[in-house]
């Protein structure tokens, strides 16, 4: 049982995600890794998503900048790319877009956290440094290849402050991602 709290409230109850409902011990040694993984993908995605909205949203709050719209171009870009309508007019589009926006990063990281934990599955552990460094360019390289694949933008015309600001919520990532990871032992 994994211990669940909801901080504003102090609320807390038990999430059980290591046997199913009414079986005291998962079926197979298969199912047991696919529940450890499972596990392990879900704490690890949401704090690392918490960090990389966190910093990103004190950057906006330091420097007065207005969010991105990049993720809501990107999901315009990519509903074109695949003839694909997002459904709804006016502000209910604008609404779905900006919501399927943030779903794909939550997704890319998602995806990230899960293949982080695969070297450390082979028995690759980096120290901290590395591994936060290594973890925070590998989250930042698969949020702006589709990007860059679609034409949405190129880093090779980024200014400084743009690097900065695409690099520091990538690195909280990587940090939160390494010490998760490290801290659950995958």
Known sequence: MLPVE???SGLSFPLDLTAPPGDEIPHS??????RSSLRVTLNAAALEATSTFATTYLDMAVRGRAASAVPELAVEKLATHVRADVLGHGDT???RVEGLGSLSGIATGVGVGAVLGLPR???????????SLL????????????????????????SATDWVAD?????????VAHATLT????
């Open 183 to 186: 801290g659950l032992d995958v």
């Open 93 to 95: 589009r604008q609404h």
């Open 121 to 131: 599955r082979a028995g690759l552990r980096p120290g901290p440094v590395t591994g």
């Open 29 to 34: 040694p298969s199912e047991i890794v696919l």
């Open 6 to 8: 909801v901080a504003a």
């Open 135 to 158: 973890s925070g360019a590998v989250a930042m390289v698969a949020a702006n290849a589709s990007l860059v694949r679609l034409g949405i933008t190129d880093p090779r015309r980024w």
């Open 167 to 175: 690099a520091l919520p990538h690195l909280a990532y990587g940090l």
